[in-house]
């Protein structure tokens, strides 16, 4: 069969058009960002050795031959490539249905929730994994683990069992459309759409599951969850005790089994206890779990650290909700003495929906001696909200207090950040979907380099020796 995906560069979309490749599908794709000139991305590259053909969206990667066209919610009806599909009379899927397809076909795990859902499908699957169920997995991040054992891309990887691990989306209410075998639910918070309607998401999904887990913490769950299974940090039939956690990780125990997990936060202890809860409804023991969590090394983009210059370490990480940012802001607190972030929101419908969460979550999170830089709301094309800027949630912490920076060009913060940075700081460059944002963070570390030679800062210039420097 020949498949076109529009916005092939898209997690998600990536992820079901290389499973597709590896059937042997000759598959085609374009995106937004082939059009903006984007054209040296890794994805491509990786795309490219699976022999999918890419285009710019512009409708030129769609002929006679297509059998079928894929979309995600990011596509508007006017898109040049659902123009021409139409015009040919081609069929026209939401990437929804065709995960759909695949759920139905396997012993589905799906993971849901507003956070956390890639970690924890990554974490589902390498204890599946490494117990030798061998599961296939479809999710919106690269695994660390599948890229270099597997040398895949890392968020798509086609075992040899009928389990499947899957990321189920509920931002377009497209979770609904899925029937797994165990369905876990991590979180319920305002994202997307507001509470009562997310709630009506998730009670047809967990209805839709044979098995389901939530979290016996999150209220917006549990009074939804009818007989489903629980787990939480603190209560649940699943929980851990004993937590102690630093700048590098956590140890905890279940039920008498020790754990160590080597990325930082809570919010990780609570991922790993939906994935324990999870791998043991599919049969693996305690200590299978500990030993495969002890070895997980995450997913791409969170908390990766990229660099550190002065005893000043640069982490990039995908937070870009109210409830993730603040999850991540806290495991930096565990790192370093002071927390230097940088937030680019990855979308206007966010940012319109959720200022007054954004703000209340940095004026929680962000200490008095931390600092935040904002700019400007990531645009990679489509239709933009009139008057939606990153201004109202800037003018909203400066009113709560908080130390706070906006310009709407990001590259013109670099010699501010760099230049704020002092040894033990942990600088955290947050956002989503914009494909540069690493570049970015990897920029900061440079411009560290740059400021902090000795010789050439403020103490210096006015003839004082910068002995923290010279070192």
């Known amino acids: 069969m020949k498949i076109h995906f529009v916005g092939i560069g898209g997690v998600g979309m990536s992820a079901l058009a290389q499973l597709h490749a590896m059937g042997k599908d000759t598959v085609t794709g374009s995106d937004r960002l082939i059009s903006k000139g984007y054209t040296d991305l890794a994805l491509w590259d990786y795309l490219k050795k699976l022999n999918i053909s890419l285009f710019p969206q512009d409708g030129s990667g769609i002929d006679e ?6 979309l995600s919610s990011a596509i508007e009806e006017d898109n040049p490539e659902i123009k021409k599909a139409k015009k040919l009379g081609i069929k026209i899927i939401h990437r929804s249905d065709l995960l759909a397809k695949h759920v139905a076909e396997h012993r589905t795990i799906a993971v849901s929730g507003t956070s956390g859902k890639s970690t924890t499908t990554a974490m589902v699957y390498d204890i599946l994994a490494f117990a030798g169920l061998s599961p296939s ?4 991040a690269a695994i660390l683990s599948l890229q270099k054992d597997q040398g895949v891309f890392g968020n798509v990887y086609k075992g040899d069992s009928d389990i499947l691990v899957i990321e189920a989306d509920e931002s377009d209410g497209s979770i609904v459309q899925y029937r797994p075998h165990l369905g876990i639910c991590l979180n319920l918070q305002k994202d997307h759409k507001e509470i009562d309607v997310l709630q009506g998401y998730f009670k047809q999904f967990i209805s839709h599951c044979q098995k ?16 489903a299974k629980t787990f939480g940090l603190t209560r649940g039939d699943i929980h851990p005790s004993a937590i102690k956690a630093d700048g590098f990780g956590s140890d905890f125990t279940i039920n008498g089994q020790e754990f160590r997990l080597h990325i930082p936060g809570l919010h990780n202890v609570a991922n ?4 324990v809860a999870a791998a043991l409804e ?3 023991d305690l200590e299978t779990c500990a030993k495969a969590l002890n070895k997980f090394t995450g997913i791409a983009r969170r908390f990766a650290s990229v660099g550190t210059y002065n005893k000043i370490e640069v982490i990039d990480d995908f937070a870009h909700n109210p409830h993730k940012l603040g999850a991540t802001i806290d495991a930096a607190h565990l790192r370093g003495k002071r927390v230097l972030a940088f937030y680019q929101p990855h979308a206007f419908a966010s940012v319109k929906l959720l200022a007054p969460e954004f703000v209340e979550s940095f004026a929680k999170h962000i200490g008095a001696d931390d600092h935040l830089w904002l700019t400007e709301v990531y645009y990679p094309g489509g239709t933009i909200p009139q008057g939606v800027t990153c201004q109202t949630i800037y003018e909203g912490l400066r009113a709560r207090g908080v130390k706070v920076t906006y310009d709407s060009c990001r590259e013109r913060l670099l010699a501010d950040i760099a230049a704020s940075a002092q040894p033990g700081d942990v600088i955290l460059v947050l956002g989503a979907r914009d494909p540069t944002l690493t570049d970015f963070a990897r920029k900061i570390v440079d411009a560290l380099r740059e400021h902090k030679k000795p010789g050439t800062c403020k103490e210096c210039l006015l003839g004082n020796c910068c002995m923290a420097y010279s070192k």
């Open 212 to 227: 389901a887990i939530i979290n016996a913490e999150e209220p917006n769950l549990t009074a939804i969850a009818g007989d």
């Open 65 to 70: 031959t297509t059998e079928l066209v894929v």
């Open 282 to 284: 599919m049969g693996v």
């Open 137 to 140: 997995v479809i999710t919106g």
């Open 272 to 275: 790993a206890t939906a994935a």
